[in-house]
């Protein structure tokens, strides 16, 4: 079963800092292009962040310099680190393995004081 799952959402106080992680099973979250998107309160979802499997990522120039999306290969994981996080970010976090289309179930992040 080709499965995505996220996990790390929370609620945190503006200028705070988050960590996402986002496990693979049954795809290599190691070798495919990786992707973050979020999804704000009635707005569409969003792309902000791709990380390609030599390592080279991009950024959204609303997050760049303030998240940094990493793997580990060891744990078929990827991660995406929030910081100086603010309202304008709160939404739903997903990641998805592009090179087959698999999306995960998303995980909430609220940054608010």
């Known amino acids: 079963q080709v499965q995505l799952v996220e996990s790390g959402g929370d609620w945190v106080q503006p200028g705070g800092s988050l960590r996402l992680s986002c496990a693979g099973s049954g795809l290599s979250a190691s070798d495919d292009i990786m992707t973050w998107h979020r999804q704000a309160p009635e707005k569409a979802r969003e792309w902000i962040a791709t990380l390609w499997p030599g390592g080279a990522t991009i950024y959204d120039p609303s997050v760049k310099g303030r998240f940094t999306v990493s793997r580990d290969e060891a744990k078929n994981t990827v991660y995406l680190q929030l910081d100086k996080l603010t309202p304008e970010d709160t939404g739903v976090y997903y990641c998805?393995?592009?090179?087959?289309?698999?999306w995960g179930q998303g995980t909430q992040v609220t940054v608010s004081s």
């Open positions: 998805q393995d592009r090179d087959t289309s698999t």
